[in-house]
């Protein structure tokens, strides 16, 4: 009998971020008919699967992200048959179907929540929350110093049925997003509940939200530097500098963040995910360095976790380097995974700077992305090559802008409504208000203006992934060697004489003797690689 490799070891995934893209209500907001609507455009990107950002009830305080019903459909996005039938329809497409869990908290609508802010302090429904007496002497002050990852502290008082102010709540993210007791009972039992609802309809896996911030230490101790270990999993971390080194150091043993405790929750959904046929699989969300991530994907507990080092990783063929070998072998013999952003972080062709410059950078690490062994998660947009829109402050949703006072900007510049086709908003989204704006000057972008455009981002993208399946070297067990000769150049050999040559540098440089298969931007004619630029050989 021969076993063959579990699909998601080297699966192209694909993140659709409902909201934002397609609509097929009109109402400006995408939805499961949207999906549904273009599950052939992505069946011929020629990805394997899709994953969808939450679906679920929620006041939308934080996109979604406050799940007020983990096992129902917000109205906006349609109904449950609704997604009943995106799964089979993306089935028989031959495409595999991811949704997202959020463990960490429920939205404060949640009836749980309800039921808590309704029942005397000490009850049994204020315990599957975490509740405490403030601290001062009216209990005023926060039960300890620790930080929201959204910036501020992160405890909320509540208002006591008798009218004064009274216990505090735990919020690690916004205060609509109370942060769920892992040692409670019940929420082990309710998550069981919906990993079964979800799987039992049918879905192939599970991006676990906030994975690494489940368990808390109950004592609730305050900690030494409280905003330098918010720092340490900050969404636009630095990577590989002595200070975010020093913050990573912090969240390592923190009482709020990456405890051991984590991984028993997740032997328990494990138990769960291998009882049904069929490679079920959970991706974890967690940002950490490879020595702690291993912990996720140990055998008995996750199967996949999101590889951030790469994710912020800058154009620089050292960096890249270091970040390639060391999360693969950190990892090993769990696979890795590749993004180059998703819907927390700036677009990949922004963060590479932005302009010309920036789309052809993204176009160059996406081919190197390409050909690494592992996994690939690709944002919803990235294979248009878009950059961030600009969002007018006004315009704003995302609770970061609102809780930092706008001193951060928040992630909605990468979240603006995917473009079709057309010359102008709504480019084919769909309604004439979409829930963000779009930007002028997207007409070139659309998926209609590149579908035959042959030097376009989206055919890079299909051609890519097309050898990516096809090419003996590039199988998800051939070798990978790197090479960096020089400090600005990354030569990436697999297996059959493939050879995937990115130039970081200022200059071209030359190709290796050999057939050229794909390239990010066209050779010069002297047969060398420009700067910016990956291109795969056949040697
Ligand atoms: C994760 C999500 C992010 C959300 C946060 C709180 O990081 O990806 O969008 O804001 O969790 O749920």
């Given at each position: 009998m021969t076993t063959s490799e579990p699909w998601w070891r080297d699966a192209v995934v694909y993140q659709v971020y409902p909201r934002s893209f397609a609509d097929e209500s009109g109402d400006g907001e995408g939805d499961l008919a949207g999906v549904i609507s273009r599950l052939p455009y992505l069946a011929s990107l020629g990805v394997d699967a899709i994953w969808l950002s939450p679906f679920y009830p929620s006041p939308q305080l934080d996109a979604g992200y406050d799940v007020s019903d983990p096992r129902a459909v917000d109205p906006r996005f349609g109904t449950l048959e609704d997604a009943q039938r995106m799964i089979n329809e993306a089935h028989a497409r031959g495409l595999r179907v991811i949704v997202d869990l959020v463990p960490n908290?429920?939205?404060?609508?949640?009836?749980?929540?309800?039921?808590?802010?309704?029942?005397?302090?000490?009850?049994?429904?204020?315990?599957?929350?975490?509740?405490?007496?403030?601290?001062?002497?009216?209990?005023?002050?926060?039960p300890n110093n620790w930080a929201s990852l959204f910036t501020g502290p992160s405890w909320t008082r509540v208002t006591e049925a008798d009218g004064l102010p009274g216990q505090w709540y735990m919020n690690m993210f916004d205060s609509s997003q109370a942060d769920l007791n892992?040692?409670?009972p019940d929420v082990v039992e309710d998550f069981h509940t919906t990993l079964r609802f979800w799987l039992d309809m049918g879905v192939d896996g599970f991006r676990v939200d906030v994975a690494f911030g489940l368990a808390k230490d109950m004592t609730y101790p305050?900690?030494?530097?409280?905003?330098g270990l918010v720092e340490g999993v900050r969404l636009d971390?630095?990577?590989?500098?002595?200070?975010?080194?020093?913050?990573?150091?912090?969240?390592?043993?923190?009482?709020?963040?990456?405890?051991?405790?984590?991984?028993?929750?997740?032997?328990?959904?494990?138990?769960?995910?291998?009882?049904?046929?069929?490679?079920?699989m959970a991706v974890a969300e967690a940002w950490l360095p490879p020595a702690r991530a291993r912990r996720y994907v140990a055998g008995d507990t996750l199967h996949q976790i999101f590889n951030f080092d790469f994710l912020m990783a800058p154009w620089d063929a050292g960096a890249l380097a270091r970040v390639i070998t060391s999360t693969i072998d950190g990892l090993a013999p769990a696979p890795v995974t590749w993004a180059l952003n998703n819907h927390d972080t700036a677009r990949v062709a922004t963060r590479l700077g932005g302009g010309d410059v920036g789309v052809r950078r993204a176009r160059a690490l996406a081919m190197l992305a390409h050909a690494l062994p592992g996994s690939l998660y690709i944002f919803q947009g990235e294979e248009l090559g878009l950059q961030d829109a600009e969002i007018p402050n006004e315009r704003r949703e995302d609770p970061v802008f609102f809780r930092s006072k706008g001193e951060q900007l928040g992630r909605d510049g990468a979240r603006a409504p995917l473009p079709w086709s057309g010359d102008a908003p709504p480019y084919g989204f769909g309604g004439q208000h979409t829930w963000l704006p779009q930007p002028d000057g997207w007409g070139g972008l659309t998926v209609a203006a590149q579908q035959d455009d042959p030097a376009s981002t989206l055919a890079l993208y299909r051609a890519s992934i097309l050898l990516r399946r096809t090419h003996p070297g590039l199988a998800g067990d051939a070798p990978w060697r790197i090479t960096t000769d020089r400090d600005d150049v990354i030569v990436l050999e697999r297996g059959a004489g493939f050879v995937c040559v990115s130039n970081c540098s200022a200059g071209p440089i030359p190709a290796p003797d050999g057939m050229v298969l794909l390239s990010s931007a066209p050779l010069l004619a002297d047969g060398s690689i420009p700067p910016d630029t990956t291109a795969w050989f056949q040697t």
């Amino acid at each position: 009998m021969t076993t063959s490799e579990p699909w998601w070891r080297d699966a192209v995934v694909y993140q659709v971020y409902p909201r934002s893209f397609a609509d097929e209500s009109g109402d400006g907001e995408g939805d499961l008919a949207g999906v549904i609507s273009r599950l052939p455009y992505l069946a011929s990107l020629g990805v394997d699967a899709i994953w969808l950002s939450p679906f679920y009830p929620s006041p939308q305080l934080d996109a979604g992200y406050d799940v007020s019903d983990p096992r129902a459909v917000d109205p906006r996005f349609g109904t449950l048959e609704d997604a009943q039938r995106m799964i089979n329809e993306a089935h028989a497409r031959g495409l595999r179907v991811i949704v997202d869990l959020v463990p960490n908290h429920f939205s404060t609508a949640h009836e749980w929540f309800q039921e808590a802010l309704a029942s005397p302090p000490g009850s049994p429904e204020r315990a599957r929350f975490h509740f405490r007496e403030g601290r001062g002497p009216n209990g005023d002050e926060p039960p300890n110093n620790w930080a929201s990852l959204f910036t501020g502290p992160s405890w909320t008082r509540v208002t006591e049925a008798d009218g004064l102010p009274g216990q505090w709540y735990m919020n690690m993210f916004d205060s609509s997003q109370a942060d769920l007791n892992w040692t409670n009972p019940d929420v082990v039992e309710d998550f069981h509940t919906t990993l079964r609802f979800w799987l039992d309809m049918g879905v192939d896996g599970f991006r676990v939200d906030v994975a690494f911030g489940l368990a808390k230490d109950m004592t609730y101790p305050d900690v030494p530097d409280p905003v330098g270990l918010v720092e340490g999993v900050r969404l636009d971390l630095d990577t590989g500098s002595e200070e975010s080194q020093r913050r990573r150091d912090l969240v390592a043993g923190s009482p709020y963040m990456d405890r051991d405790e984590v991984q028993d929750i997740y032997r328990g959904w494990r138990a769960i995910l291998d009882s049904y046929e069929g490679d079920r699989m959970a991706v974890a969300e967690a940002w950490l360095p490879p020595a702690r991530a291993r912990r996720y994907v140990a055998g008995d507990t996750l199967h996949q976790i999101f590889n951030f080092d790469f994710l912020m990783a800058p154009w620089d063929a050292g960096a890249l380097a270091r970040v390639i070998t060391s999360t693969i072998d950190g990892l090993a013999p769990a696979p890795v995974t590749w993004a180059l952003n998703n819907h927390d972080t700036a677009r990949v062709a922004t963060r590479l700077g932005g302009g010309d410059v920036g789309v052809r950078r993204a176009r160059a690490l996406a081919m190197l992305a390409h050909a690494l062994p592992g996994s690939l998660y690709i944002f919803q947009g990235e294979e248009l090559g878009l950059q961030d829109a600009e969002i007018p402050n006004e315009r704003r949703e995302d609770p970061v802008f609102f809780r930092s006072k706008g001193e951060q900007l928040g992630r909605d510049g990468a979240r603006a409504p995917l473009p079709w086709s057309g010359d102008a908003p709504p480019y084919g989204f769909g309604g004439q208000h979409t829930w963000l704006p779009q930007p002028d000057g997207w007409g070139g972008l659309t998926v209609a203006a590149q579908q035959d455009d042959p030097a376009s981002t989206l055919a890079l993208y299909r051609a890519s992934i097309l050898l990516r399946r096809t090419h003996p070297g590039l199988a998800g067990d051939a070798p990978w060697r790197i090479t960096t000769d020089r400090d600005d150049v990354i030569v990436l050999e697999r297996g059959a004489g493939f050879v995937c040559v990115s130039n970081c540098s200022a200059g071209p440089i030359p190709a290796p003797d050999g057939m050229v298969l794909l390239s990010s931007a066209p050779l010069l004619a002297d047969g060398s690689i420009p700067p910016d630029t990956t291109a795969w050989f056949q040697t």
